[in-house]
């Protein structure tokens, strides 16, 4: 069983800053690629960071530049560092996690509850 669990969200005004922490805990083997995605009312859900084992880091192009994604390892959790948010960053802030329970098993991703990010303009 994996669980995975964000925080950090809340309401910020309009060129502030949130951190937001994704931690998964349980029984696994290792933990390959950890990443970001949001998800705006009637809107689908899209990506906005993602970041390998090694710490190799993709961005939505509407995020560079302002967000940055990064892993402690140790700790199997990942960050997210929201600076200069706009309004239009908000959203529910979903982190999943793809895990490989044993050594021959295949990866799953884990998805978890969301977390909320209001930024008033």
């Known amino acids: 069983q994996v669980r995975v669990v964000e925080s950090g969200g809340g309401l910020v005004q309009a060129g502030g800053s949130l951190r937001l922490s994704c931690a998964a805990s349980?029984?696994?083997?290792?933990?390959?690629?950890m990443g970001w995605y949001r998800q705006a009312p009637g809107k689908q859900r899209d990506l906005v960071a993602t970041i390998t084992s090694s710490t190799s880091a993709n961005y939505a192009d509407s995020v560079k530049g302002r967000f940055t994604i990064s892993r402690d390892n140790a700790k199997n959790t990942v960050y997210l560092q929201m600076d200069s948010l706009k309004p239009e960053d908000t959203a529910v802030y979903y982190c999943?996690?793809?895990?490989?329970?044993?050594?021959?098993?295949?990866?799953?991703?884990?998805w978890g509850q969301g977390t909320q990010v209001t930024v008033s303009s």
């Open positions: 999943n996690t793809d895990v490989r329970t044993s050594l021959d098993s295949p990866t799953f991703r884990y």
């Open positions: 349980g029984t696994f083997f290792s933990i390959n690629a």
